[in-house]
Protein backbone atom coordinates (compact mmCIF):
# COMPACT_ATOMS: atom_id res chain seq x y z
CA UNK A 1 0.00 0.00 0.00
CA UNK A 2 1.67 3.23 -0.97
CA UNK A 3 2.55 6.21 1.41
CA UNK A 4 -0.55 8.49 -0.54
CA UNK A 5 -3.13 5.80 0.77
CA UNK A 6 -1.72 5.35 4.03
CA UNK A 7 -1.03 8.35 4.80
CA UNK A 8 -4.86 9.78 4.10
CA UNK A 9 -6.96 6.65 5.01
CA UNK A 10 -7.56 8.18 8.36
CA UNK A 11 -7.69 11.47 7.44
CA UNK A 12 -10.13 10.87 4.82
CA UNK A 13 -12.45 7.85 5.47
CA UNK A 14 -15.24 9.65 6.95
CA UNK A 15 -15.66 11.94 3.29
CA UNK A 16 -15.05 8.79 1.32
CA UNK A 17 -17.91 6.96 2.92
CA UNK A 18 -19.80 10.07 2.60
CA UNK A 19 -19.16 10.07 -1.37
CA UNK A 20 -19.48 6.20 -1.57
CA UNK A 21 -23.12 7.15 0.11
CA UNK A 22 -23.97 9.60 -2.20
CA UNK A 23 -22.27 7.59 -5.08
CA UNK A 24 3.17 -26.71 14.60
CA UNK A 25 6.57 -24.65 14.05
CA UNK A 26 9.52 -27.19 13.97
CA UNK A 27 8.27 -28.25 10.68
CA UNK A 28 9.12 -24.97 8.92
CA UNK A 29 12.05 -24.24 7.64
CA UNK A 30 13.51 -20.34 6.75
CA UNK A 31 14.83 -17.36 8.76
CA UNK A 32 11.60 -17.46 10.44
CA UNK A 33 12.52 -20.80 12.83
CA UNK A 34 13.79 -19.81 16.56
CA UNK A 35 17.19 -18.43 17.29
CA UNK A 36 18.54 -18.61 20.71
CA UNK A 37 20.23 -16.24 22.53
CA UNK A 38 18.48 -12.87 21.45
CA UNK A 39 16.84 -10.19 23.56
CA UNK A 40 13.46 -11.93 23.29
CA UNK A 41 15.24 -15.11 25.23
CA UNK A 42 15.98 -12.42 28.11
CA UNK A 43 13.45 -12.13 31.33
CA UNK A 44 12.61 -8.60 32.14
CA UNK A 45 14.30 -7.43 35.61
CA UNK A 46 11.56 -6.15 37.37
CA UNK A 47 8.44 -8.31 38.60
CA UNK A 48 4.76 -8.37 37.58
CA UNK A 49 2.08 -10.39 38.68
CA UNK A 50 -0.38 -9.94 35.42
CA UNK A 51 -0.10 -8.48 32.00
CA UNK A 52 -3.15 -7.78 29.81
CA UNK A 53 -3.87 -6.87 26.10
CA UNK A 54 -7.16 -5.40 24.59
CA UNK A 55 -7.77 -6.51 20.77
CA UNK A 56 -10.26 -7.72 18.72
CA UNK A 57 -11.86 -11.21 18.24
CA UNK A 58 -9.74 -13.59 15.69
CA UNK A 59 -10.58 -17.37 16.62
CA UNK A 60 -8.84 -18.91 19.60
CA UNK A 61 -5.33 -17.07 18.86
CA UNK A 62 -5.30 -15.57 22.00
CA UNK A 63 -5.93 -18.35 24.19
CA UNK A 64 -3.22 -20.26 22.87
CA UNK A 65 -0.53 -17.25 22.97
CA UNK A 66 -1.46 -16.19 25.84
CA UNK A 67 -1.08 -19.83 27.25
CA UNK A 68 2.42 -20.17 26.05
CA UNK A 69 3.05 -16.62 27.73
CA UNK A 70 1.98 -17.62 31.11
CA UNK A 71 4.13 -21.05 30.75
CA UNK A 72 7.60 -19.79 29.46
CA UNK A 73 7.30 -16.43 32.27
CA UNK A 74 5.26 -17.54 34.95
CA UNK A 75 2.66 -14.61 34.66
CA UNK A 76 -0.87 -14.55 33.87
CA UNK A 77 -2.48 -12.58 30.93
CA UNK A 78 -5.15 -10.98 31.04
CA UNK A 79 -7.60 -9.84 27.99
CA UNK A 80 -10.41 -7.83 26.92
CA UNK A 81 -11.69 -9.02 23.60
CA UNK A 82 -14.50 -7.44 21.71
CA UNK A 83 -15.37 -7.12 17.89
CA UNK A 84 -13.73 -5.75 15.29
CA UNK A 85 -15.79 -2.97 14.96
CA UNK A 86 -16.47 -2.57 18.70
CA UNK A 87 -12.83 -2.25 18.97
CA UNK A 88 -11.20 1.58 18.64
CA UNK A 89 -14.31 2.63 21.09
CA UNK A 90 -13.55 -0.08 23.77
CA UNK A 91 -9.79 0.82 23.67
CA UNK A 92 -10.69 3.94 24.15
CA UNK A 93 -13.33 4.02 26.82
CA UNK A 94 -10.36 1.55 29.01
CA UNK A 95 -7.94 4.70 28.71
CA UNK A 96 -9.65 7.43 29.70
CA UNK A 97 -10.73 5.53 32.16
CA UNK A 98 -7.51 5.22 33.35
CA UNK A 99 -7.35 1.44 32.69
CA UNK A 100 -4.12 -0.53 32.84
CA UNK A 101 -3.32 -1.80 28.69
CA UNK A 102 -0.19 -3.45 28.22
CA UNK A 103 -0.48 -4.39 24.87
CA UNK A 104 -3.18 -3.40 22.01
CA UNK A 105 -4.09 -3.57 18.49
CA UNK A 106 -4.67 -1.61 15.73
CA UNK A 107 -6.37 -1.21 11.85
CA UNK A 108 -4.09 1.38 9.70
CA UNK A 109 -7.30 3.24 9.79
CA UNK A 110 -7.31 4.41 13.05
CA UNK A 111 -3.35 4.36 13.94
CA UNK A 112 -2.41 7.13 13.43
CA UNK A 113 -5.40 8.71 15.53
CA UNK A 114 -4.32 6.56 18.45
CA UNK A 115 -0.60 7.44 18.00
CA UNK A 116 -1.78 11.06 17.86
CA UNK A 117 -4.00 10.69 21.15
CA UNK A 118 -0.93 9.36 23.12
CA UNK A 119 -2.03 5.77 23.28
CA UNK A 120 0.93 4.38 21.61
CA UNK A 121 4.68 4.00 22.83
CA UNK A 122 7.38 4.27 19.97
CA UNK A 123 9.73 0.91 20.14
CA UNK A 124 12.47 2.19 17.94
CA UNK A 125 14.74 1.93 21.46
CA UNK A 126 13.67 -1.43 22.94
CA UNK A 127 15.88 -4.52 23.24
CA UNK A 128 15.53 -6.63 19.48
CA UNK A 129 13.55 -3.90 18.08
CA UNK A 130 16.10 -3.08 15.58
CA UNK A 131 16.24 -6.30 13.95
CA UNK A 132 11.95 -6.28 13.91
CA UNK A 133 12.46 -3.18 11.95
CA UNK A 134 14.86 -4.51 9.76
CA UNK A 135 12.51 -7.33 8.91
CA UNK A 136 9.61 -5.63 7.95
CA UNK A 137 7.92 -5.83 4.79
CA UNK A 138 7.04 -2.69 3.26
CA UNK A 139 3.46 -2.75 3.75
CA UNK A 140 4.76 -2.98 7.30
CA UNK A 141 7.12 0.02 7.24
CA UNK A 142 4.63 2.51 5.97
CA UNK A 143 2.34 1.67 8.64
CA UNK A 144 4.35 1.01 11.88
CA UNK A 145 6.63 4.56 10.88
CA UNK A 146 4.37 7.81 11.98
CA UNK A 147 7.03 11.03 11.99
CA UNK A 148 9.92 9.13 11.77
CA UNK A 149 9.29 6.44 14.83
CA UNK A 150 8.26 2.87 15.03
CA UNK A 151 4.78 2.26 16.91
CA UNK A 152 4.29 -1.50 16.55
CA UNK A 153 4.28 -4.86 15.40
CA UNK A 154 2.84 -6.29 12.95
CA UNK A 155 -0.24 -8.47 13.37
CA UNK A 156 -1.20 -10.07 9.89
CA UNK A 157 -0.84 -8.31 6.42
CA UNK A 158 -3.28 -8.96 2.85
CA UNK A 159 -3.30 -8.35 -0.70
CA UNK A 160 -6.44 -7.57 -2.77
CA UNK A 161 -7.06 -10.12 -5.71
CA UNK A 162 -9.56 -11.05 -7.66
CA UNK A 163 -11.36 -14.84 -7.68
CA UNK A 164 -12.56 -16.59 -10.40
CA UNK A 165 -15.05 -19.56 -10.35
CA UNK A 166 -12.54 -21.98 -13.26
CA UNK A 167 -15.70 -25.06 -13.74
CA UNK A 168 -17.76 -21.93 -14.97
CA UNK A 169 -15.67 -20.51 -16.97
CA UNK A 170 -15.11 -23.16 -18.72
CA UNK A 171 -18.91 -24.01 -18.94
CA UNK A 172 -18.80 -20.69 -20.83
CA UNK A 173 -15.33 -21.46 -22.95
CA UNK A 174 -13.52 -18.59 -22.05
CA UNK A 175 -10.12 -19.53 -22.38
CA UNK A 176 -8.79 -17.33 -19.45
CA UNK A 177 -9.96 -14.48 -16.99
CA UNK A 178 -10.34 -10.57 -17.97
CA UNK A 179 -7.47 -8.63 -18.89
CA UNK A 180 -9.28 -5.89 -19.30
CA UNK A 181 -12.48 -3.88 -17.58
CA UNK A 182 -13.92 -4.56 -20.96
CA UNK A 183 -13.36 -7.85 -21.26
CA UNK A 184 -14.42 -8.05 -17.53
CA UNK A 185 -17.97 -6.65 -18.38
CA UNK A 186 -17.92 -8.65 -21.90
CA UNK A 187 -17.23 -11.86 -19.35
CA UNK A 188 -19.96 -11.44 -17.24
CA UNK A 189 -22.46 -10.49 -20.02
CA UNK A 190 -21.94 -13.36 -21.70
CA UNK A 191 -22.49 -15.35 -18.40
CA UNK A 192 -25.56 -13.99 -18.14
CA UNK A 193 -27.06 -13.98 -21.40
CA UNK A 194 -25.88 -17.72 -22.01
CA UNK A 195 -27.90 -18.13 -18.69
CA UNK A 196 -25.25 -19.41 -16.76
CA UNK A 197 -24.81 -17.03 -14.18
CA UNK A 198 -27.79 -14.91 -13.20
CA UNK A 199 -25.57 -12.37 -11.00
CA UNK A 200 -21.70 -13.38 -12.45
CA UNK A 201 -19.85 -10.70 -10.42
CA UNK A 202 -20.13 -11.00 -6.48
CA UNK A 203 -18.13 -7.73 -5.19
CA UNK A 204 -16.84 -7.25 -1.47
CA UNK A 205 -19.30 -4.03 -0.86
CA UNK A 206 -20.23 -4.36 2.90
CA UNK A 207 -20.40 -2.44 5.52
CA UNK A 208 -16.92 -1.76 6.99
CA UNK A 209 -13.37 0.65 6.24
CA UNK A 210 -11.91 -2.32 4.29
CA UNK A 211 -15.51 -3.55 2.18
CA UNK A 212 -17.00 -0.94 0.07
CA UNK A 213 -14.48 2.05 0.45
CA UNK A 214 -11.65 -0.53 -0.08
CA UNK A 215 -13.37 -2.52 -3.12
CA UNK A 216 -13.70 1.16 -4.80
CA UNK A 217 -10.33 2.29 -3.55
CA UNK A 218 -8.39 -0.96 -5.24
CA UNK A 219 -10.11 -0.54 -8.52
CA UNK A 220 -9.42 3.96 -8.17
CA UNK A 221 -5.53 2.24 -8.01
CA UNK A 222 -5.41 -0.03 -10.03
CA UNK A 223 -7.01 2.57 -13.11
CA UNK A 224 -4.43 5.19 -12.11
CA UNK A 225 -6.34 7.36 -9.58
CA UNK A 226 -6.26 8.01 -5.83
CA UNK A 227 -8.76 9.56 -3.61
CA UNK A 228 -6.49 12.02 -2.42
CA UNK A 229 -3.21 14.48 -3.74
CA UNK A 230 0.23 14.88 -1.78
CA UNK A 231 -1.11 17.83 -0.63
CA UNK A 232 -4.80 16.15 0.78
CA UNK A 233 -6.64 17.94 -1.46
CA UNK A 234 -9.30 15.20 -2.61
CA UNK A 235 -9.40 13.62 -6.15
CA UNK A 236 -12.83 13.31 -6.39
CA UNK A 237 -14.51 15.97 -8.36
CA UNK A 238 -16.27 15.51 -12.04
CA UNK A 239 -14.28 13.86 -14.58
CA UNK A 240 -11.67 12.23 -11.65
CA UNK A 241 -10.98 8.51 -12.24
CA UNK A 242 -12.80 7.60 -8.60
CA UNK A 243 -15.98 9.59 -9.61
CA UNK A 244 -15.97 7.89 -13.16
CA UNK A 245 -14.98 4.16 -11.27
CA UNK A 246 -17.67 4.37 -8.77
CA UNK A 247 -20.27 5.36 -11.36
CA UNK A 248 -18.72 2.52 -13.03
CA UNK A 249 -19.05 -0.02 -10.41
CA UNK A 250 -22.57 1.18 -9.65
CA UNK A 251 -23.47 0.14 -13.27
CA UNK A 252 -23.14 -3.17 -12.51
CA UNK A 253 -25.54 -3.11 -10.25
CA UNK A 254 -28.11 -1.00 -12.08
CA UNK A 255 -30.34 -1.96 -15.10
CA UNK A 256 -27.76 -1.12 -17.87
CA UNK A 257 -26.18 -4.27 -17.21
CA UNK A 258 -27.51 -5.93 -14.10
CA UNK A 259 -24.26 -8.02 -13.35
CA UNK A 260 -23.75 -7.96 -9.83
CA UNK A 261 -24.72 -10.29 -6.83
CA UNK A 262 -27.25 -7.89 -4.44
CA UNK A 263 -25.97 -9.34 -1.81
CA UNK A 264 -22.59 -8.00 -2.49
CA UNK A 265 -23.94 -5.06 -0.55
CA UNK A 266 -24.64 -7.09 2.73
CA UNK A 267 -21.07 -9.30 2.94
CA UNK A 268 -17.89 -8.42 3.89
CA UNK A 269 -14.63 -10.27 2.91
CA UNK A 270 -15.61 -13.52 4.79
CA UNK A 271 -19.26 -13.59 3.98
CA UNK A 272 -18.62 -12.71 0.44
CA UNK A 273 -16.01 -16.03 0.60
CA UNK A 274 -19.06 -18.03 1.47
CA UNK A 275 -21.57 -17.09 -1.04
CA UNK A 276 -19.14 -17.43 -3.65
CA UNK A 277 -18.40 -20.47 -2.79
CA UNK A 278 -22.15 -21.61 -3.53
CA UNK A 279 -21.26 -21.62 -6.98
CA UNK A 280 -23.42 -19.16 -8.64
CA UNK A 281 -20.56 -15.97 -9.65
CA UNK A 282 -17.78 -16.06 -12.29
CA UNK A 283 -16.04 -13.38 -10.73
CA UNK A 284 -15.40 -12.03 -7.06
CA UNK A 285 -14.06 -8.52 -6.91
CA UNK A 286 -11.21 -7.36 -5.02
CA UNK A 287 -10.58 -8.83 -1.56
CA UNK A 288 -8.38 -10.22 0.83
CA UNK A 289 -6.46 -13.04 -0.20
CA UNK A 290 -6.66 -15.45 2.71
CA UNK A 291 -10.14 -15.49 2.13
CA UNK A 292 -9.23 -18.60 -0.48
CA UNK A 293 -8.92 -20.18 2.78
CA UNK A 294 -12.73 -20.34 2.63
CA UNK A 295 -13.73 -20.55 -0.85
CA UNK A 296 -11.46 -24.22 -1.28
CA UNK A 297 -12.61 -25.44 1.83
CA UNK A 298 -14.09 -28.86 1.17
CA UNK A 299 -16.01 -28.28 4.87
CA UNK A 300 -17.45 -24.47 3.50
CA UNK A 301 -17.33 -24.95 0.00
CA UNK A 302 -19.36 -26.76 -2.73
CA UNK A 303 -16.75 -25.40 -5.17
CA UNK A 304 -13.54 -26.12 -3.14
CA UNK A 305 -10.61 -26.15 -5.51
CA UNK A 306 -12.24 -24.46 -7.84
CA UNK A 307 -11.47 -20.96 -7.10
CA UNK A 308 -8.50 -19.33 -8.35
CA UNK A 309 -6.79 -16.38 -7.43
CA UNK A 310 -6.94 -13.78 -10.25
CA UNK A 311 -4.45 -10.41 -10.66
CA UNK A 312 -5.86 -7.30 -11.45
CA UNK A 313 -6.24 -5.82 -15.15
CA UNK A 314 -3.54 -3.72 -16.75
CA UNK A 315 0.06 -3.23 -14.62
CA UNK A 316 -1.76 -5.51 -12.02
CA UNK A 317 -1.48 -2.42 -9.83
CA UNK A 318 -3.19 -3.54 -6.39
CA UNK A 319 -3.08 -2.08 -2.75
CA UNK A 320 -2.65 -3.84 0.40
CA UNK A 321 -2.77 -3.68 4.61
CA UNK A 322 -0.82 -4.76 7.63
CA UNK A 323 -2.93 -4.41 11.25
CA UNK A 324 -0.34 -3.86 13.71
CA UNK A 325 -0.34 -3.93 17.62
CA UNK A 326 1.10 -1.35 19.55
CA UNK A 327 2.64 -0.82 23.54
CA UNK A 328 0.08 1.04 25.35
CA UNK A 329 1.01 4.36 27.43
CA UNK A 330 -0.97 3.16 29.91
CA UNK A 331 1.36 -0.34 30.06
CA UNK A 332 1.86 -1.41 34.16
CA UNK A 333 5.66 -2.11 33.13
CA UNK A 334 7.12 -1.11 30.09
CA UNK A 335 9.54 -3.97 29.90
CA UNK A 336 7.32 -6.51 30.45
CA UNK A 337 4.60 -5.17 28.51
CA UNK A 338 7.24 -5.03 25.54
CA UNK A 339 7.52 -8.91 26.17
CA UNK A 340 4.24 -9.23 25.96
CA UNK A 341 4.05 -7.34 22.39
CA UNK A 342 6.53 -9.56 21.20
CA UNK A 343 4.65 -12.49 21.76
CA UNK A 344 1.58 -11.26 19.73
CA UNK A 345 3.32 -9.20 17.22
CA UNK A 346 7.58 -10.32 17.16
CA UNK A 347 8.97 -13.79 18.46
CA UNK A 348 8.11 -15.70 21.76
CA UNK A 349 11.20 -16.68 24.02
CA UNK A 350 12.39 -19.85 21.74
CA UNK A 351 12.99 -17.51 18.99
CA UNK A 352 10.13 -18.18 16.64
CA UNK A 353 8.07 -15.90 15.07
CA UNK A 354 5.26 -18.11 16.65
CA UNK A 355 2.36 -15.90 16.27
CA UNK A 356 2.66 -15.21 12.78
CA UNK A 357 3.92 -18.19 11.28
CA UNK A 358 0.78 -20.08 13.11
CA UNK A 359 -1.69 -17.37 11.42
CA UNK A 360 0.24 -18.16 8.24
CA UNK A 361 0.01 -21.79 8.21
CA UNK A 362 -3.60 -22.07 10.01
CA UNK A 363 -5.44 -19.38 8.41
CA UNK A 364 -3.44 -18.08 4.86
CA UNK A 365 -2.87 -14.68 6.78
CA UNK A 366 0.09 -12.67 5.06
CA UNK A 367 2.94 -11.50 7.79
CA UNK A 368 4.55 -8.47 8.02
CA UNK A 369 7.89 -10.02 8.37
CA UNK A 370 10.31 -10.98 5.17
CA UNK A 371 11.58 -13.87 6.62
CA UNK A 372 8.26 -15.55 7.41
CA UNK A 373 6.82 -14.25 3.70
CA UNK A 374 9.78 -15.95 2.78
CA UNK A 375 9.41 -19.29 4.70
CA UNK A 376 7.46 -22.34 4.12
CA UNK A 377 4.82 -21.21 6.42
CA UNK A 378 3.66 -19.48 3.57
CA UNK A 379 4.72 -21.32 0.75
CA UNK A 380 3.45 -25.06 1.92
CA UNK A 381 1.15 -23.71 4.69
CA UNK A 382 -0.97 -21.57 1.92
CA UNK A 383 -0.93 -24.55 -1.05
CA UNK A 384 -3.91 -26.16 0.42
CA UNK A 385 -5.67 -23.13 -0.58
CA UNK A 386 -4.21 -21.72 -3.68
CA UNK A 387 -1.39 -20.78 -6.22
CA UNK A 388 1.19 -19.57 -3.92
CA UNK A 389 3.42 -18.35 -6.58
CA UNK A 390 0.64 -16.12 -8.05
CA UNK A 391 -0.58 -14.76 -4.92
CA UNK A 392 3.00 -13.77 -4.20
CA UNK A 393 3.63 -12.68 -7.32
CA UNK A 394 0.43 -10.40 -7.19
CA UNK A 395 1.91 -9.49 -3.30
Excluded at 254 to 272: H, N, R, T, Y
Aim: charged share 20%; hydrophobic share 40%; net charge positive.
Amino acid sequence: MTDDLMGKWELSRRRVLGAAAGAGLAGWAGGALGQSGGPWSVPPKSKVDRVNFVVWTYGDIYTKIAKQFEADWGVKVDSTISSFNDHPTKLATMYAAGEKIDVSQSSPFSFTNFVNQGLAEPIDDLPGAADYIKDFTPFTKQVATIKGKTWGLPYFSAVWVWNYYADMMEKLKIDKPFATYDEFIEHCVKAKKDGVSRYPIMWVAGVGLEQLPGTWYQITWNKGGTFFDKQGNHQLGPGSIARETLKWWANTFEKGLDIADPESLKVQFVGSAKAFGAGKNLYRGPNHHYTLNICNDPTQSPIAGKVKVHGSPGEGKTIGVTHVYFLCSANRDKEWAWKLLQYLGGKTKDGNYTQAINLAKDAMLGSGYTTVMQSDAVKQGWAPWGDVPAILKIW
